[in-house]
């Protein structure tokens, strides 16, 4: 019994213990001042209880490495604002985003209270964001704003939860509430397929540097929603990078707050709710998407293993193809549903597709969905691919493809001429030619000419 209660316990503490990324528990927490390490307590021991290993370093480390014999050393990077000139080289621009191309995750925190170094701007145009041509400015809102701890600088932005971006995203950040975002420092989009935006700025704020005179704000860098709060983007690869422009809002302080709106409505925030929802999403606690088995083959009653992913295929075959596919939610896989307006396709495809068929769901199991479709296989030979090609903003990438062979009928395989109706008229033309010159020949060969009587003189 004894020994029962302490494997219980040995498997409860692994439980709990273990991390919930699908993707690994080492996060590196790159943080210049170290006595401003309380101030995020409360963000570091929700990290900590979801199982991740963090390990805070300084960036002018010696020790500091993103890798190790050509390997990452950590599964995920979460950068805090610097106040020097940057990162130092360990942290370069390329050495990020090589750590991004091995699938590593960042999050990166900036700050409107400190200029924003020029590498991290550089780094940021390494992937199409833009910071302020002043890397001083804040964002600024005259309309929704903190009276409470802001009531002269209105630079303490007062946003309600984003909700799905797209109809056909699934909603990773909303939730009921306000977000208090103070000292915001705001950047702008490019036009890349694969950024987001997570969180804009309101249509009443614009850019703003303290720093200056009033008058200069008549001629701001950015306004309204052009200017991005919180942003995200997910390479080809599916590693995943998101920048928040108030480091300030994942303090103890905002995570229970209390602000008060001009309106005069008082409320707390919901900046803990929200971190929790955007670290889970940069560190691939959500939003993952896996490939089990993929199946093709002829459409009939009687299949064999042998039947399964044939490598050729004739004309005019009815094929049956499937794929299953699992979403990653926290700690477990679970069915993966497609949104209702949104659409799982197969292309059956030579240098272009000849079908495009949506995927349907036909089977489910414990954890994943089976999406199936059934088609005739186009009558032209060659070397066809099945290929499932989705890509969404905030899910990781699929891109299947399958190379199977397309034949012609052979000889043997043609239906005889007499199975077809239609040509029943020519069988018959070609048997009456047949039956006619039989009837000549035997009408000549057995029809003796008339014998002429010579009559003889003398």
Do not use: C
Not at 202 to 228: F, R
């Amino acid at each position: 019994m004894r020994w029962s209660l302490s494997s219980l316990f040995l498997f409860g503490f692994l439980a709990v213990v273990h991390a919930l990324s699908s993707s690994g528990n080492r996060l590196l927490v790159v943080l210049e001042d170290g006595s401003e390490k309380d101030l995020y307590s409360t963000f570091w021991s929700d990290l900590e209880a979801r199982g991740y290993d963090l390990v805070f370093e300084s960036p002018k480390s010696d020790k500091l490495s993103l890798f190790d014999l050509g390997e990452r050393a950590y599964d995920h990077l979460l950068l805090l604002p610097p106040r020097s000139k940057g990162f130092g080289s360990s942290l370069s621009p390329k050495n990020i985003v090589d750590f991004m191309n091995k699938d590593g995750n960042v999050l990166l925190a900036l700050s409107g209270k400190s200029t924003t170094p020029s590498a991290v701007s550089s780094l940021l145009l390494e992937l199409d964001l833009h910071l302020a041509t002043d890397r001083s400015s804040v964002v600024v809102d005259h309309f929704n704003y903190d009276t409470l701890s802001a009531a002269e600088k209105h630079d303490v932005l007062l946003l309600q939860r984003p909700g799905p971006l797209r109809p056909d995203t699934k909603a990773f950040f909303d939730g009921e509430g306000v977000l208090a975002l103070p000292r915001a420092a705001p950047h702008t989009l490019g036009d890349h397929a694969l950024i987001a935006p997570i969180l804009r700025a309101p249509a009443t704020a614009y850019s703003y540097n303290p720093k200056e005179d009033l008058s200069a704000g008549e001629d701001v860098w950015a306004t309204g929603s052009q200017l991005a709060l919180v942003s995200a983007m997910q390479t080809r690869a599916s590693s995943r990078f998101t920048l928040l422009g108030s480091v300030e809002s994942l303090q103890d302080k905002w995570f229970s707050a209390t602000v008060k709106a001009p309106n005069g409505k008082e409320t707390g925030t919901a900046n803990q709710d929200f971190a929790k929802q955007l670290t889970a999403w940069t560190f691939k606690e959500t939003g993952v998407l896996k490939v089990g088995k993929i199946e093709h083959h002829l459409a009939k009653d009687d299949l064999t293993a042998e039947d399964l992913n044939p490598t050729i295929y004739r004309i005019k075959n009815e094929t049956v193809f499937s794929i299953e596919i699992s979403e990653y939610s926290h700690d477990r896989y679970i069915p993966f549903e497609v949104p209702a307006n949104d659409a799982l396709q197969l292309e059956f495809t030579m240098l272009s597709p000849f079908h495009r068929l949506k995927l349907e769901p036909t089977a489910r199991t414990e954890n994943s969905t089976i999406y199936s479709t059934q088609f005739t296989v186009p009558d032209q030979h060659g070397i066809f691919s099945f290929r499932v090609n989705y890509k969404r903003p905030f899910l990781t990438n699929i891109e299947e493809k399958h190379e199977v062979t397309v034949r012609h009928f052979a000889h043997n395989e043609y239906p005889r001429s007499w199975k077809i109706s239609g040509g029943w008229v020519w069988i018959a033309g070609l048997w009456s030619v047949i039956g006619g010159f039989l009837a000549f020949v035997f009408v000549w060969l057995y029809s003796e000419p008339a014998s002429a009587k010579v009559k003889k003189t003398q």
